[in-house]
C-alpha cells in the first residue's frame, strides 16, 4: 500500500540517510536483568535434566581418569629415581624395575583412553541437547514473529529482528555446546586435583590455592565491567545488521540519489561502535589469561622451593613433587577456564536477553472470537464511531462512521498522509482501535478469528511481494490448493498469460529474491492473478494499475471490474479519472471522512473532491 506520513516512524537507517540512525545510538547498554535471564534460560535445560545428568556422570568419570595420570607418573618417577641412585651410590644388586614401569605405563595408556571415550560420549550428548534448545528457541521466536502486530515491523529495523533470530540464537547454541561440557569439567577437575594435591602434601596445597584465590580476586572487577561492553558488542552487531540489510535492498535508491559516500559514512559509524565494544569486551577479557598465568607461575615458583626443601628434608618424594607440580599446574587451566567461561556467559546472557526482550514484545489482542465460523460473507462493512492512533496522544482516525452495502465498489480518495491505508489496516486488524466498532454483515470483527476475517479479502498493493520461487508458486500463493488450470486462468484473467508464456521456462520461471528478472508491471500483474485466483468476498486494490502501461492498464481495468461485480470492493484510488464509476466515493483528510457520495454527486457540491479532481484534469497537477 502507499505509505502514509501517519505511520509510525521506521527504527533503524533508512537507506543512505535518513534520520532514523540516530536513534539506534546506544548509551552504554548493558544487561538489564542478569539474574533474572540466566534463570529463564536454564529453563530450556530443565526439560532434559536426564541428559544433563548423564552429561555430569561421564563429566566426573572422564576427569577422574585424566587426573589420576599424573599420581601414577609420579610412581614411576619414583621408581626410576630410586633404580638410579642406587646404582650410583654402588648398592650390590640395583637395578631399574621396568616392569613396573612399564605396568604403570600401560595403566595409563588405558586411563587416557577411557577418558577420551567418556569425553566423547559427553560431547555428543550435550550437542544433541545445545541443538534441541536451540531449535525450540528458533521455533518459539518463529512462532512469535507471526503473532506480532504490524506496529512492531513497522517501529523495529528487520536487520536487528534477523539479528536476534540468527546471531544470537547462535551464541547461545555455541556457549550450551562449549561451555557447559568445560564448566563441568573444570569444576570436577579442580576438586578432583585439590583432593589429589592433599593427599601429596596440605601445605603445598594451601600455597597453590592461596595464588589462585589472589588472582580470582582481582578478576572479580574485571569481569563485572565486561557485562556492558558484551551487551553493547550484540547490539552493535544488530545494528550492523539491519543497516547492512537497508542499504542492500535500496541500493538502487542509494545511487539514483548520488549517496553511496553517506552510506559509507553510516556503516562506518556503525562498524566504528561495533568495533568499540567488541575491542573493549575483548581487552578486558583478555585481561583475564596474564592475571592467571601470573598467579599460576607465582605458585609454581614456591611450590618448587618449599617443594625443594621437603624433597631435600625427606617428608615427600621426587615423584610426588613432580606429580605436585603437574596438578598445580593443571590447577590453574580449569580456574582459567572457568574464568573464561563466565567471561563468555557475559555475551551469551546479552544476547538471550535480547531474544527474551522479542519474545516479551506486546502481541496482537488476544482472539476473543465467538464466531468461529463465518457464514457465507455478503460484503456488508460498517465502521461506527471508530478512533485511532498510532499513539494514544495522537489520534489519526476520530469519529469515522461508513457504511457500505454489499457489492458496492467503495474508492478512497484524499492527499497523503489522509489516513486512506490506515482505513484499510484498521479493516484487516492490522491494527486495533483505539475505540468504535468495525463490523463485516453485523459482525464485530473483533469476534471473528483474525485468519477468517482476512481470509475475506483480496489485496492487490501498489508495492509488489513476490518470493523466490517460480512464477506458477507465486501466483498459487494466494490459494495453495489451487490447480495448474485454475492458476493459468487466474493469469489469463490479469492479461499475465501472455508475457507469462514468452518467458524460457514460461509458468516455471524461477524470480530471484526480489523479483528484479521481470518487470515492475510484469511483477503488478502477477500480484493481481493471485489476487484473482482468491475469488475473495471484499477485494482491496491500492491503485493496481499504476506500474503497468496505458494500453494493459485497459484490459486490466476491464478484468478488474468483471472481478468486483457482486462483491464489495475497497480502491485507494491516486487517479481520480480511475473511479468515475465506483457506487461511493469516500473523500478523506486528516483522519475524516469529509465528504461522500457518487462522482457526479461529489463535484454537484463543488467542495473538496472537486478540488482535487479540476487540479488533476484542470491544470494537470501531479497526481493525489
Known amino acids: 500500500m502507499s505509505q502514509e506520513k501517519q505511520r509510525p516512524p521506521q527504527g533503524g537507517f533508512s537507506p543512505g540517510f535518513g534520520p532514523g540512525g540516530g536513534n539506534m545510538m546506544m548509551q552504554g547498554a548493558k544487561v538489564k536483568n542478569f539474574k533474572g535471564t540466566l534463570r529463564r534460560l536454564l529453563t530450556y535445560l530443565k526439560p532434559r535434566r536426564m541428559k544433563l545428568i548423564a552429561v555430569f556422570f561421564t563429566a566426573i568419570l572422564s576427569t577422574i581418569f585424566l587426573i589420576a595420570g599424573p599420581k601414577l607418573m609420579g610412581k614411576v618417577t619414583t621408581k626410576l629415581f630410586e633404580g638410579v641412585m642406587m646404582k650410583l651410590q654402588g648398592v650390590p644388586g640395583a637395578e631399574i624395575d621396568f616392569g613396573y614401569v612399564g605396568n604403570i605405563v600401560l595403566l595409563l595408556i588405558g586411563l587416557y583412553v577411557i577418558s577420551s571415550l567418556f569425553s566423547y560420549v559427553q560431547q555428543y550428548i550435550m550437542s544433541d541437547v545445545s541443538q534441541k534448545i536451540v531449535y525450540d528457541l528458533r521455533t518459539e521466536v518463529d512462532e512469535k514473529l507471526a503473532r506480532l502486530p504490524l506496529k512492531y515491523y513497522d517501529e523495529n529495523p528487520h536487520g536487528d529482528t534477523l539479528s536476534r533470530v540468527t546471531n544470537d540464537i547462535?551464541?547461545?547454541?555455541?556457549?550450551?555446546?562449549?561451555?557447559?561440557?568445560?564448566?563441568i569439567t573444570s569444576i570436577i577437575t579442580i576438586i578432583g586435583i585439590i583432593i589429589m594435591m592433599l593427599t601429596i602434601s596440605p601445605t603445598l596445597t594451601l600455597i597453590s590455592i592461596a595464588a589462585m584465590a589472589l588472582s580470582i580476586f582481582g578478576l572479580k572487577p574485571i569481569m563485572m565491567r565486561s557485562q556492558k561492553h558484551f551487551a553493547n558488542q550484540q547490539k552493535s552487531l544488530g545494528q550492523l545488521n539491519g543497516h547492512i540489510e537497508e542499504m542492500y535492498t535500496g541500493h538502487h535508491i542509494i545511487k539514483a540519489f548520488g549517496h553511496e559516500e553517506k552510506a559509507k559514512v553510516q556503516f562506518n559509524a556503525v562498524n566504528d561502535r561495533l568495533y568499540d565494544a567488541g575491542w573493549r569486551a575483548q581487552f578486558i577479557s583478555g585481561v583475564i589469561m596474564p592475571m592467571m598465568s601470573f598467579a599460576s607461575n607465582l605458585g609454581y615458583v614456591l611450590?618448587?622451593?618449599?617443594?625443594?626443601?621437603?624433597v631435600t628434608k625427606g617428608f615427600i618424594t621426587v615423584g610426588d613433587i613432580q606429580a605436585f607440580i603437574q596438578y598445580s599446574r593443571q590447577f590453574s587451566q580449569p580456574i582459567a577456564q572457568t574464568a573464561n567461561i563466565a567471561n563468555i556467559i557475559q555475551s551469551t546472557i546479552a544476547a538471550a536477553e535480547r531474544v527474551f526482550e522479542l519474545l516479551d514484545e506486546t502481541e496482537e489482542v488476544k482472539e476473543t472470537a465467538t464466531v468461529t465460523r463465518l457464514p457465507q460473507v455478503k460484503g456488508e462493512v460498517t465502521f461506527e464511531s471508530v478512533d485511532f492512533g498510532y499513539k494514544d496522544s495522537a489520534l489519526v482516525i476520530q469519529g469515522m462512521n461508513i457504511d457500505v452495502k454489499s457489492g458496492q465498489t467503495v474508492a478512497i480518495v484524499g492527499p497523503t498522509g489522509a489516513g486512506k491505508t490506515t482505513l484499510i489496516n484498521l479493516l484487516m486488524r492490522f491494527y486495533e482501535v483505539n475505540s468504535g466498532t468495525i463490523k463485516i454483515d453485523g459482525i464485530n470483527i473483533t469476534d471473528m478469528p483474525r485468519e477468517a476475517l482476512r481470509k475475506t479479502?483480496?489485496?492487490?498493493?501498489?508495492?509488489?511481494?513476490?518470493?523466490?520461487?517460480?512464477?506458477k508458486d507465486n501466483i498459487g500463493y494466494g490459494r495453495l490448493e489451487a490447480t495448474d488450470d485454475e492458476i493459468i486462468e487466474a493469469a489469463k484473467a490479469a492479461y499475465a498469460d501472455h508475457f507469462i508464456r514468452t518467458l524460457p521456462d514460461g509458468y516455471d520461471t524461477v524470480l530471484n529474491e526480489d523479483a528484479s528478472n521481470i518487470s515492475q508491471g510484469q511483477r503488478q500483474l502477477l500480484t493481481i492473478a493471485r489476487a484473482i485466483l482468491v475469488d475473495p468476498a471484499i477485494m482491496i486494490l491500492d491503485e493496481a494499475t499504476s506500474s503497468v502501461d496505458t494500453r494493459t492498464e485497459v484490459h486490466i481495468q476491464q478484468a478488474m471490474n468483471a472481478m468486483m461485480q457482486g462483491r464489495t470492493s475497497f480502491v485507494i484510488a491516486h487517479r481520480l479519472s480511475t473511479i468515475k464509476d465506483a457506487d461511493l466515493i469516500l473523500v478523506m483528510n486528516q483522519g475524516t471522512v469529509i465528504e461522500q457520495g457518487t462522482h457526479s454527486e461529489l463535484l454537484a457540491q463543488n467542495g473538496f473532491y472537486a478540488e482535487l479532481y479540476n487540479s488533476q484534469f484542470g491544470e494537470e497537477a501531479p497526481a493525489v
Do not use: K
Request: proline content about 0%; some cysteine.
Open 457 to 471: 479479502f483480496g489485496m492487490v498493493l501498489q508495492d509488489t511481494w513476490l518470493f523466490n520461487g517460480t512464477i
Open 170 to 183: 547462535d551464541l547461545i547454541g555455541s556457549t550450551l555446546q562449549q561451555s557447559i561440557t568445560q564448566f
Open 303 to 310: 611450590i618448587c622451593i618449599v617443594g625443594g626443601i621437603y
